[in-house]
T-cell receptor, first 118, second 111 residues
């Protein structure tokens, strides 16, 4: 069973704080993703990573950075939190080479972090 | 801009009836198609994937794919109140490990 965990379910921060959201997957997946989800806007891709120490910008990278120092861990960083970054943040992982059960781009999600910035 | 379109709903279906959810996509090169279910306040969970034209059945769920029409659907038979959720359609991008999600259809099963 694929398991993706996120460091917090709920988080409250103040404007200007540096915020770290952590994601860990235990399935040896190659790819990891960070999304935010807002009502009416659906899932929007912030950053993704195809390998350790590699990162690619998604559709809305402004105000965010990421770090992937180990294969199983992908961190999202809000350098200086702002109120418009209040959202649900979702981490996902995909692709285990040699796994023929599902398409390689099948994504599995963590439980999400509901971040509120005051 | 590659897109996945879904009717936002809400779609109201009586308990025990068939719920039909539809999705269209713009990337003709897409090969993999997914349906996720998302309960309010929770994260999306994978229900089914399909990559061949035709139907794929899994319990009460049937995914239907028509690549010529760029159309994917999900049928839920014998709908239960526990099926009330938002259903997200997702499609892979040609030569990419990413998938694009639709904004979802809210389904409400009426007891």
């Amino acid at each position: 069973d694929v398991k993706v965990t996120q460091s917090s379910r709920y988080l409250v921060k103040r404007t200007g704080e540096k915020v770290f959201l952590e994601c860990v997957q235990d399935m040896d997946h190659e790819n990891m993703f960070w999304y935010r989800q807002d009502p009416g806007l659906g899932l929007r891709l912030i950053y993704f990573s195809y390998d350790v120490k590699m990162k690619e910008k998604g559709d809305i990278p402004e105000g965010y950075s990421v770090s992937r120092e180990k294969k199983e861990r992908f961190s999202l960083i809000l350098e200086s939190a702002s109120t418009n970054q209040t959202s649900m943040y979702l981490c996902a992982s995909s692709f285990l080479p040699g796994d023929n059960f599902a398409p390689k781009d099948t994504q599995y999600f963590g439980p999400g972090t509901r971040l509120t910035v005051l | 801009q590659k897109e996945v379109e879904q009717n936002s709903g809400p779609l109201s279906v009586p308990e025990g009836a068939i719920a039909s959810l539809n999705c269209t996509y713009s990337d003709r090169g897409s090969q993999s198609f997914f349906w996720y279910r998302q309960y309010s306040g929770k994260s999306p969970e994978l229900i089914m994937f399909i990559y061949s034209n035709g139907d794929k059945e899994d319990g009460r769920f049937t995914a239907q794919l028509n690549k010529a029409s760029q159309y994917v659907s999900l049928l839920i038979r014998d709908s239960q109140p526990s099926d009330s959720a938002t259903y997200l359609c997702a499609v892979n991008l040609w030569r990419d490990d990413k998938i694009i999600f639709g904004k979802g259809t809210r389904l409400h099963i009426l007891p």
